[in-house]
């Protein structure tokens, strides 16, 4: 979803390998905000619950699914990750910057007890065996995923690193109507899952789409995901967005 002008306290500027990183706090709300490379990476009530929807949507569906032991790929503020460690969920997470870790850490609350990995997600997947019941793709450089992170081989590894009755996640940014990158993706993932489900809002401009793909059984009775847990402030955002996105596929 677009984000509206604030009015923010910029509290650190870092330089990466990946993009200058910018954390600020909403003068009028605490809220805190993390930028990459002049793109939104997460935002958070300062109380480490975020305060994007997609996040939310993709806590929901896991929720739902009762997953346990969740594989992040792409980390960002850490905002999904603390959100389902407090709840008390095995959480491990990989991102191929060291910044997103410490600026996780220092300004989103990001525990130091969840495992974390320096390295790219095909990577990481590629020298484990290690099941999980969730895996959730939400890695960007600059607006887009990663190209060799939306391949045929890719979500071969995630499959294979899946449980069962595992379920692939993926966030994916949509511009408009007119951008085919959910639709493409979400053909990828369908030709190695035997079901895909894809919740969006149609219509709306620069907006996240969520694919979930996994078996038939895993898939089937997810609802639309409602809010979960409560950020102390804009939940009455969260929610509405939450009631504007349903399954499209």
Known sequence: ????????????????DFGEIVVARVTKTGAILYRQGNCHQSESDGKGI??????HAIYGFLAQAKARNVLLIGVGGGTLAN??????????????????????????GLPDSLPRHVEDGLAFLN?????????????????????????????AEVRRRLTRHGLCLANVYVKSDADDAARR??????EEWPALRVLDTPGALERNTILIAGSKEATAPLQPPWLMLKPRTGADDVRMELKQMRFVG
Not at 3 to 11: D, G, R, Y
Not at 50 to 55: G, R, V
Not at 83 to 93: D, F, Q, W
Not at 95 to 105: Q, T
């Open 1 to 16: 979803m677009a984000k509206k002008l604030l009015s923010v306290q910029i509290l650190e500027k870092l330089d990466s």
């Open 185 to 190: 993706i979400a053909a990828t993932m369908a």
């Open 83 to 108: 959100m389902l460690s407090s709840e008390g969920a095995r959480v491990t997470l990989v991102d191929i910057n060291p910044m997103s870790f410490e600026v996780a850490r220092h300004y989103f």
């Open 127 to 155: 020298r484990g065996a290690a099941k999980f019941d969730a895996i959730v793709l939400d890695a960007y450089h600059a607006s887009e995923i990663p190209e060799h992170l939306t391949t045929p081989a890719f979500f």
């Open 50 to 55: 975020s305060l994007s929807t997609y996040i």
